[in-house]
């Protein structure tokens, strides 16, 4: 969920889809071009469940009457969105101005022109975090601003690890072992281990590479080939897939996207939740919607041997191709994606700011003191492949992931599968 805890979310929700053959290898020539004309446009997104977003339009919509941002929700699952920003820009459609893009997303949009290349000093990406402001460039060009970031957390219940006397995990043995200390206790009967997001979609593509490289390995390498035919890669699969064999995963875990993980946490029943921050809030309710409230923490996400890497997630803003009122979008974007914004978006929805200083404000620390943990999680994060036919790419990643957690294919069997078909996806590029 992006401007909102449930688009965050849904940025990361769906299942994998093919991609359309690349237009081009590189970016166009010329660099940014010419932003005219002044009117309505469009802000296209995930399904906003919380309204929050509307109201930044609104205030928008109030100083520039003119200029009115109309808000286009698309589904919650990401792959879906995906296929109808495609689908609208293969029309060469007008109907979406500015696209509200997972990071990932950028270097297909961008190779295929269906995003124009911005001008980036127009924007105060030396203020944001470096990894993050990188996210919407493309060889070297800005084609998309960060509207906000995302790194995973270990979610865990306070009060149940202080009851056996243990410690917040650093390894994933340090976590079955703190699993084990708390089902001796009353409280923890009922009380599962751990829960990630292990649907056949993003999610597990998400979890999947967050595993590998808190192993120690890639997905896909520096050069662009893929490597997951590593040791690290079989250690972090392993991980997985023996999580669901030996009961550190519940079997309904294998069907939870973020909200239903949230939903078991906030209900009681979860030890430990690898989520996004946008937990912190809805967990935190006090409206009795969250029976957790007061009694969890929140730690980097544990690994191998040590904390664990989280994969990049957020939402980049990128102006389509085909838009109408390319100046008005652009100031749109200046607008949305400010410091200002990002606060607030921060302040009512917890959600993760791409800006260095924020993490530090110490108003900001004491409502919410995950900060300090959120940006080490940001600061080692790392992204998902950058693939230009990143539709083929998911889809070989979730399919053989998914066929080693439910015990259709052993973990040596799916890595050497997924090796084969995300190398075939890679070539095509």
């Given amino acids: 969920m992006a401007a909102s805890a449930a688009l965050l979310a ?28 002044r009117g309505p446009i469009t802000l296209v997104t995930g399904k906003d469940t919380t309204g929050t977003v509307q109201g930044q339009l609104d205030r928008w919509n109030k100083e520039h009457p003119q200029e009115k941002v109309t808000l286009v929700e698309l589904p919650e699952s990401a792959d ?35 995003i124009d290349e911005l001008p980036a000093k ?8 470096p990894a993050v402001a990188k996210t919407g460039e493309y060889f070297g060009r800005q084609y998309a601003v960060p509207f906000n970031t995302n790194a995973g957390l270990l979610f865990y219940r306070k009060d149940l690890l202080e009851a056996a006397g243990v410690q917040p995990p650093r390894t994933w043995d340090e976590m079955k072992r703190a699993c084990a200390e708390v089902r001796k206790l009353p409280e923890g009967k009922g009380v599962d281990c751990y829960a990630g997001q292990f649907d056949t979609y993003e999610g597990l593509t998400v979890n999947f590479s967050e595993a590998v490289a808190s ?38 875990s294998s069907t939870y996207k973020e909200e239903d993980g949230r939903r078991a946490f906030q209900a009681g029943t979860l030890l430990f939740h690898r989520q996004w921050p946008y937990q912190w809030v809805l967990a935190n309710a006090t409206d009795g919607s969250s029976k957790v409230a007061g009694k969890f923490g ?39 994606s400010s410091e200002e914004n990002a606060r607030t978006n921060l302040e009512v929805t917890s959600n993760a700011p791409p800006y260095a200083a924020l993490y530090d404000d110490p108003a900001l620390r004491k409502q919410f003191p ?12 790392a992204p998902r492949p950058v693939v230009v036919r990143y539709g083929d790419a998911t889809a ?31 070539d095509k590029n």
């Fill in 10 to 37: 849904g940025t990361l929700a769906g299942c994998g889809t093919g991609s359309p053959e690349p237009a081009a290898s590189g970016p166009a020539a010329g660099g940014p071009g010419e932003f005219t004309g």
């Fill in 80 to 114: 879906q969105q995906r296929q109808q920003f495609i689908q609208n820009a293969q029309t060469k459609s007008d109907a979406y101005s500015v696209l509200n893009l997972d990071p990932i997303w950028v270097a297909e949009f961008a190779a295929n022109q269906w």
């Fill in 122 to 129: 127009k924007f105060p990406l030396d203020r944001m975090l």
């Fill in 215 to 252: 192993a120690g390995g890639t997905v896909v390498d520096a050069q662009g080939k893929a490597t997951v035919d590593s040791e690290a890669a079989r250690k972090g699969l392993e991980f997985l897939a023996g999580g669901f064999k030996d009961g550190t995963f519940s079997k309904e």
């Fill in 298 to 336: 929140v730690a980097p996400l544990p690994g191998l041997t040590g904390t664990g890497k989280s994969s990049l997630g957020g939402y980049d803003l990128a102006i389509s191709k085909f838009a109408k009122n390319k100046a008005t979008a652009l100031d749109f974007i200046t607008y949305f």
């Fill in 370 to 381: 995950y900060l300090a943990t959120l940006k080490e999680s940001l600061s080692s994060a």
């Fill in 396 to 426: 070989a990643i979730q399919e053989n992931a998914a066929a080693a957690l439910d015990g259709d294919k052993s973990v040596d069997d799916a890595l050497a599968d997924m090796q084969r078909d995300l190398s075939a996806a890679i």
